[in-house]
């Protein structure tokens, strides 16, 4: 009977302690399930707060400028961090370590840009240019030694004095954005001439005869000053120019013929020959346009085309017509002419 009271109560007790460490076991993995619970959400925090911060930056420093590093630590514990550099804050450090971002709501100043056609330039161009003369009213009086005198006229210029133009160019630009307003002058070199060949010279008999006269018109040279008035896209400027031109133009004129020495019966002395030439600065105007192209560093070439007008202009040439027999006549010669001309060129400009 006491052998079996004692088992019993063994038995009993046994069943005791298996119960409490059941008990005391399913405590402790309900405890560590909490903490791996909590865990995993601090872990979720923390990429949550990653995120909001990452969002963050994106507005105050480049795309690719962040990237974060993975600690080396194993384990369910590791988390990426970013070593922070000198001045900055570890964007993946704990939410109570992180002092609140304040995001600025004032636009940072910008400073525009000056301009790529702002500034002075000089440069060079070469081209082609067409003429034209507009010859009229060649007319003119021959006085011969006898006292006779008589009115003649002949075709004083025909055809177009087209040649080759080249020069020098300078000028200053101001670009209001895409606006450019500037202003230029240059000097050009032309070779425009143009001519007659011989003509005849019509004479009455008393006065001469064999008469025979030709003339010329040549410019030399002409100058612009300008105004420009462009639109500036990429690396390009299209304008419109215009101003006042500057051209020297000179009529030669030159003729044969005899004398009359004798009118009773009429007598032609010796064939003599006389020159006379006349040169004038003309002022007229100047309308085209062009398109540059700006190749860097301070270099740009340009494509133009100008149209000259200079109005009509009156010359006077007077000459003495000298025969080997010492008999002199004189002839006064009066030509009319309007020159223009039509330019293109291209030419390269170098801003500083």
Request: contains cysteine.
């Amino acid at each position: 009977m006491g052998r079996r009271l004692f088992l019993a109560a063994t038995v009993c007790s046994v069943g005791l302690i298996c119960g409490k460490a059941a008990v005391a076991a399913e405590a402790d993995t309900t405890g560590v399930l909490e903490k791996l619970a909590a865990l995993e959400a601090r872990i979720a925090t923390l990429e949550s707060e990653n995120r909001d911060y990452r969002r963050r930056l994106a507005h105050v420093q480049p795309r690719g400028a962040f990237t974060p590093a993975v600690a080396k630590s194993s384990g369910a514990n590791a988390l990426p961090v970013n070593a922070p550099a000198a001045g900055e804050t570890n964007v993946l450090a704990p939410a109570g370590d992180l002092a609140p971002v304040r995001m600025s709501t004032k636009a940072p100043a910008i400073a525009l840009p000056v301009g790529r056609w702002t500034g002075f330039y000089i440069g060079g161009n070469i081209g082609y240019g067409w003429g034209s003369y507009g010859a009229s009213n060649a007319t003119g009086t021959i006085v011969t030694a006898n006292g006779s005198s008589a009115p003649y006229g002949f075709n004083a210029v025909s055809g177009n004095g087209n040649g080759v133009t080249a020069g020098i160019q300078a000028g200053y630009n101001w670009q209001i954005a895409q606006t450019v307003l500037g202003i230029e002058a240059d000097w050009q070199y032309l070779d425009s001439k143009t001519s007659t060949g011989n003509s005849a010279i019509a004479v009455p008999t008393f006065i001469g005869g064999n008469f025979s006269g030709s003339a010329s018109i040549s410019t030399d040279w002409y100058a612009t000053f300008r105004g420009r008035v462009g639109y500036a896209f990429g690396p390009a400027l299209l304008y419109t120019t215009g101003g006042v031109a500057l051209a020297e133009t000179k009529l030669s004129a030159n003729a044969t013929g005899s004398i009359v020495t004798s009118i009773f019966p009429p007598t032609l002395g010796p064939l003599g020959s006389m020159s006379a030439s006349e040169s004038a600065v003309l002022v007229g105007y100047v309308v085209g346009g062009g398109l540059e192209y700006a190749l860097g560093t301070g270099w740009s070439i340009k494509g133009e085309y100008l149209h000259m007008g200079f109005g009509t202009n009156a010359y006077n040439l007077t000459g003495s017509l000298q025969s080997p027999a010492g008999l002199t006549g004189v002839i006064a010669t009066r030509v009319d002419i309007k020159p223009s001309f039509d330019i293109a060129r291209v030419g390269v400009n170098y801003g500083f």
